[in-house]
Structures are given as structure tokens and as C-alpha cells.
């Protein structure tokens, strides 16, 4: 399904939900294979008493993370990464700028539309642009409070400070990106930092138990 995903983006010409879902399906991919090899590698259970608990926040950060990576590459397709200009925290000068959240989230516009360099308005392109904010917001308040948790909890220090410290890096990297006006590097970072915070999260699910 990759590889046809890799084929519409080519011949349907960068259609954004096309471009998205193959993001997406190479994290997945990457997810199932950090689950099987922590699975599958011996003694690295970490039993805990709070591990019940604490692997549903984790889920709930699972999902909430997903849905940021899928906002940032519609983001992305759509063009939309400097539609605030350089401006942050605000977005043009303004808290609440001009913005069309209708328009912004078509997935579909037929086939045979160009996609290269964005088909929206600056209005669209601005909504998509404060929702990845404002998820931005809720994704980083909720993994923190898990990353609080692992670090006062004896065994797990270390992945909740490691989880932390990726917090804060993808923070950093996100507002450089706008403020620095998208440098290559930067994004690309941007993208490898999301995939490092999915090899944490989803190796601690796999590796979490409770006590006999």
C-alpha cells in the first residue's frame, strides 16, 4: 500500500491527502516494527504498578501525537507552513487572523488538480496553520504530564526525561521552522523528531506490565 501511495503522489500530483497518507504509512510501518523488535527482544519488560494507568495515558498521547503528524503533513501538502508569515506566537500580526477552516480541510477535489505549490487561498492556508498550533498546544500539555509521571516513578526516569527533552526539541524545531521561514534542515528534523517521539511512546506500550 506504500509503494501505491508512493505512485498517486507522482500521478495525482502531489494531491495533499494522497502526500499525507504516505507520511503516515511509513510511520505506521515504523511503529509495528518498534513494537515487534521490542516484543520480541528478551528481558525488557518494564514492570511497573502504575503500568495499567500509565499505558492508557500513553494510548491517549498515541493518539493525540497521530493526529499532529497528520495535521503537519497536510500542513505541509497544503503549503501552509508559512501562511503566518514569521510571526509567532500570533499569526500576521494578529491572535486571530483572517481564516476559512471549511475550506482548509477538503480532502477531496477530484483528480487532474495541480497540486504543486497549493491550490488554497491564504484564509485556508492560515486555519490549517493555527489548528496544527493549537493541537500543537494540547499534544505537548498531555505527553508532559506523562513525561512528569515516568520521572518520579523509580525505573522509568529515564525514558520520561528522554520523553521531555523530545517534547521540548519538536516545540523548538516547530517554531524555528516559522520563524526561520522553513530552512530544510529544520523540517527535516521536524520529521525525525515526530518519528522519535512514536519510537518511545510505542516501545513503551510494548514493554509496560504489571505485576504478576
Known sequence: FQAILGMWTVTWLLKPVVVMAHLMGGLAT????????????????????????LKRLLWIGLVLLALQIALGGWTSSNYAALACGNDFPTCLGQWWPEHDFREAFVLWRGIGVDYEGGVLDGPARVAIQ???????????????????????????????????????????????????????????AHT???AALLFVIVGLLARLRAPE
Not at 520480541?40 to 511497573?48: G, K, Y
Open 30 to 53: 515504523f511503529s509495528l516494527l518498534t513494537w515487534l523488535a521490542w516484543s520480541a527482544t528478551p528481558d525488557t519488560a518494564l514492570v511497573q504498578a502504575v503500568a495499567p494507568k
Open 130 to 188: 493555527l489548528a496544527h498550533r493549537g493541537l500543537a498546544v494540547l499534544v505537548f500539555g498531555h505527553l508532559l504530564v506523562v513525561a512528569i509521571r515516568m520521572i518520579i516513578t523509580h525505573g522509568l526516569r529515564y525514558w520520561g526525561v528522554l520523553l521531555a527533552l523530545l517534547l521540548c526539541a519538536q516545540v523548538v524545531l516547530g517554531i524555528s521552522n516559522v520563524i526561520y521561514s522553513l530552512p530544510l534542515w529544520v523540517a527535516t
Open 192 to 194: 525525525a523528531g515526530a
